[in-house]
């Protein structure tokens, strides 16, 4: 019996004549018996020929013409057996191809301004979130997947069509004319979003929310603003005078890689070290705040002293983490060990606050968000790693750590190192990659400080575990991880 037939819910094409080839063609496919002969209709046309692709999967790929007008047309498979039988099957769900173009608008309410929750970000079918738009963004619609729209970023073909959840946008009434935003103009000032002079903000006057996308590399952030209009020379002009110096600030410069590209901004920073960004919108104008590097401690026995470093123990209540040979749950153990790192970090200066002090529940997006409340330089997420039940846990053991944002790399290698040479014996989890996870977390997504996740050891691993059980032990990785923050902000740890 043929099973697993596409499409599994609605597919849509909206205004397909002004859709290019690969954003028209839909992969149709089924599995059955292998070795059989398969042909498909789409409503009323067809039959189209199939071909196994994988053993028992059956597929076809279709591209729409501008002529065609299906809606909610019903896609229906035949299969006939190398022993003469035939199986017929329907897909669940249909093909439309609907009059466009399209609009719709980001309707999620932003969740802070660079915590990054993953159910807001635009993604390759299937794949990472390479955006996180905020509420108001307006973006064109190609089509919608089982509920979920399609789009695409303007100017960048070899970006793939990314899907955005249903939940986080609305389409916009037919004939709904596109977004125009057009860049003449920037400010910098003093001061976060809103914020004390730890940072500066970059005001750009659009006119409209359009996407944009910001990619950080070790001393710049490049800004790509989509269907956003601006003659970069101009602006190269405007950016060049006083208003848009800052010590931190050692140029920006405007540029279009292509007609139908984003604008892009490119900020070169006079630092190796970033220490955190955000962009939210405020009206029509995209603010751009960067953090300052710290500054050098007043006194040298307090080298925290300024710093506000929220830590966080992992999980807790009925959120259980891991769970080792012993049944001995993560959070019980990663709260005595973030006390221990809290009560060290205090003791160098720091300003600390835990995401919780005892054994409740904390919702996961909080986190991030109190450290964004108190202007933190760090979030630092503390937990301990177990393999899936039925995995072989041999050779899997050690501190590892792991980081989404460029900026937050070199904080997560030191930690690793000051845990791997206080604590030999635990091991590097990866030590091919040195312990260093890059990662897609919602504690390691947050932009607008350093965001760092540390597994310290494996519950699974017994020589691991019995560290993490004995309070010895965990006081020592505590220690070591204090060491680690400390010679983060002192330059002087041995990981890279
Ligand atoms: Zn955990």
């Given at each position: 019996m043929p099973a697993s037939a596409l499409p599994d819910g609605g597919w849509i094409r909206y205004g397909v004549q002004s859709l290019g080839l690969e954003d028209r063609r839909l992969t149709f496919s089924f599995s059955g018996s292998p070795g059989g002969k398969a042909v498909y209709w789409i409503g009323t046309q067809g039959p189209y020929s199939m071909s196994e692709t994988g053993r028992g999967r059956y597929s076809g790929s279709y591209t729409l013409r501008p002529s065609d007008t299906f809606n909610h047309a019903p896609v229906r498979y035949l299969l006939r057996a190398p022993d003469g039988s035939r199986a017929e099957v329907s897909a669940p769900g249909s093909v439309s191809s609907l009059p466009g173009p399209r609009y719709a608008e980001v309707t999620a309410p932003d969740l802070g301004q660079g915590v990054n929750p993953v159910v807001a970000g635009w993604a390759p079918v299937g794949g990472e979130n390479l955006l996180y738009p905020r509420q108001g963004t307006q973006f064109a619609v190609l089509g919608e997947n089982a509920g979920n729209f399609l789009t695409r970023l303007p100017g960048e073909p070899a970006l793939p069509l990314l899907e955005v959840t249903r939940s986080t946008a609305a389409l916009l009434p037919e004939g709904t004319p596109p977004t125009l935003a057009a860049l003449t103009s920037a400010a910098l000032s003093e001061g976060?979003?809103?914020?004390?002079?730890s940072h500066f903000t970059l005001r750009l006057p659009l006119g409209a929310r359009v996407p944009f996308l910001i990619q950080q590399q070790t001393n710049t952030l490049q800004l790509r603003l989509y269907e956003t209009g601006g003659d970069p020379a101009d602006l190269n002009t405007v950016s060049?005078?006083?208003?848009?110096?800052?010590?931190?600030?050692q140029s920006l410069t405007w540029s279009r890689p292509t007609a139908a590209g984003p604008l892009t901004a490119t900020l070169t920073l006079d630092t190796e070290q970033q220490w955190g960004y955000d962009a939210v919108y405020d009206g029509s104008d995209l603010l751009l705040s960067v953090r300052r590097p710290p500054p050098a401690p007043a006194d040298a026995a307090l080298p925290l002293s300024g710093r506000t470093i929220v830590v966080d123990p992992g999980h807790g209540g009925s959120e259980l983490g891991g769970a080792g040979a012993l049944r001995v749950q993560e959070k019980d153990i990663v709260l005595p060990v973030a006390q221990a790192v809290a009560a060290g970090l205090r003791t160098l200066g720091a300003n600390v606050v835990l995401t919780r002090t005892s054994d409740v529940q904390v919702p996961l997006y909080n986190r991030p968000l109190l450290a964004e409340t108190l202007d933190a330089d760090l979030l630092l997420s503390i937990h301990a790693n177990a393999l899936p039940d039925g995995s072989d846990p041999r050779g899997r053991r050690g501190v590892g750590a792991y980081w989404t944002q460029p900026q937050a790399r070199p904080l997560a290698a030191c930690l690793v190192a000051a845990v791997s040479s206080e604590l030999p014996e635990l091991g590097v989890d990866s030590p091919e990659n040195g312990g260093l996870h890059s990662a897609n977390l919602a504690l390691t997504r947050p932009s607008t400080q350093l965001s760092v996740l540390v597994e310290?050891?494996?519950?699974?691993?017994a020589g691991n575990l019995r560290t993490l059980m004995s309070e010895a032990g965990r006081a020592r990785i505590a220690a070591a991880l204090v060491d680690g923050v400390r010679e983060f902000y002192a330059g002087t740890c041995s990981g890279q």
């Open positions: 976060g979003t809103p914020g004390p002079a060049g005078t006083g208003p848009l110096t800052d010590p931190l600030l310290t050891a494996y519950l699974t691993d």
